[in-house]
């Protein structure tokens, strides 16, 4: 079932009569430096890499000694279910979880961060859910085809879509503006954000009643990341559910048909592209391999995001026994592959060798 369907693209974006959300439950002085700070990160993952890496001759730049970096697999999101309608009903229930990842990093805000803490945010928004309140009973509303009236609040002349990451947050939203007959539904990320940009508002406001652990994104920020997100967000998906013995072949099977990134950087001294490996304490080589140029940006080591495909890799590891594998984002949800997983890339095509 589809949220965000019915309004259609060019309907400019209007504050739903009472479901707004009074502008005084986020901070304006912290709003403001969190957009110049957003703002200011936004051109971070735009900055695509010229350079052809030599996959020949993997060099290792930016080495990271992996010990299961970032954060842990989180539980199942399961299906996007409205919730009651008297207060927000919010008992824990399959398809209610709350987005572990984005939970994770917005606990990790100062009162007023960083680029490079708001980039952490960021990249969590591209996986995963987000839960949306409603004013009065979302479940009827769908079932009766009627518009879905989302809570967003005005800042000076600017309209914020309102989005929560889990339980917690939903319940200091409620406490912080006493508002009653409200549900909350969870809707994949991928689609909030770009239902945002169908519209006219100026970005999205994560956890508002949270302070510290809150965020605003300027839309700037989110269109950009959206125009470089692989368009399925195949392997997002599959990182941000919970494991099972099929994912690591899932991942494998989505690679082929994913839009895909590597680290590359020059070495000083040298004229050679090189490619960021991963370490294991073990001293295995991992080629880290990443969803989104953006999950190269929040790692802060001034790498550049350069596209690979699935071929590539395949012949990479193909060319370097040393290599034990890939590591995919790195800073969480990760996931090791060796090269025992990767075998379906790694058969040689007809060709591939003239």
Avoid: C
Wanted: proline residues 9%; without cysteine; negative net charge.
């Amino acid at each position: 079932m589809a949220l965000f369907s019915r309004r259609p693209a060019a309907t400019p974006a209007e504050t739903p009569e009472g479901a707004s959300v009074d502008a005084t439950s986020v901070d304006d002085a912290v709003v403001a430096d969190a957009t110049s700070d957003v703002d200011a990160a936004a051109s971070q993952p735009s900055e695509v890499a010229d350079d052809e890496p030599d996959f020949d001759a993997v060099v290792g730049i930016s080495m990271s000694s992996f010990q299961g970096l970032g954060a842990p697999a989180p539980a199942a999101n399961g299906s996007a279910e409205p919730s009651g309608n008297d207060g927000v009903d919010t008992p824990p229930r399959p398809g209610l979880q709350d987005n572990g990842p984005l939970v994770t990093a917005l606990a990790k805000l100062p009162e007023r961060p960083e680029p490079a803490e708001l980039l952490q945010v960021a990249r969590q928004l591209l996986q995963g859910h987000l839960f949306l309140r409603v004013k009065g009973n979302a479940k009827r509303m769908l079932a009766e085809g009627e518009n879905i009236p989302l809570a967003i609040t005005t800042i000076g002349e600017k309209q914020y879509v309102l989005v929560y990451s889990g339980v917690a947050a939903l319940r200091a939203s409620l406490a912080a503006d006493g508002a009653t007959d409200t549900s909350a539904m969870a809707q994949p990320a991928q689609a909030v954000l770009r239902f945002l940009l169908s519209g006219t508002y100026a970005g999205l406001i994560v956890d508002p009643a949270s302070a510290p652990a809150r965020a605003m994104l300027s839309r700037e920020l989110i269109a950009q990341m959206m125009e470089q997100a692989d368009p399925e967000f195949s392997i997002k998906k599959l990182l941000a559910a919970r494991r099972t013995e099929s994912t690591p072949d899932d991942v494998v099977a989505a690679i082929p048909s994913s839009r895909l990134w590597i680290a590359v950087n020059k070495p000083d001294g040298s004229d050679q592209v090189g490619v960021a490996e991963a370490r294991t304490v073990d001293g295995d080589r991992l080629i880290e391999v990443f969803t989104h140029p953006i999950e190269i940006a929040a790692l802060g080591r001034g790498d550049r995001p350069a596209p690979v495909t699935g071929a590539q890799l395949g012949a990479a590891l193909r060319a370097d026994p040393g290599l034990a594998g890939i590591l995919i984002d790195p800073a969480g949800p990760w996931i090791r592959l060796d090269r025992e997983d990767l075998a379906p890339l790694m058969v040689e095509a007809p060709g591939d060798g003239d």
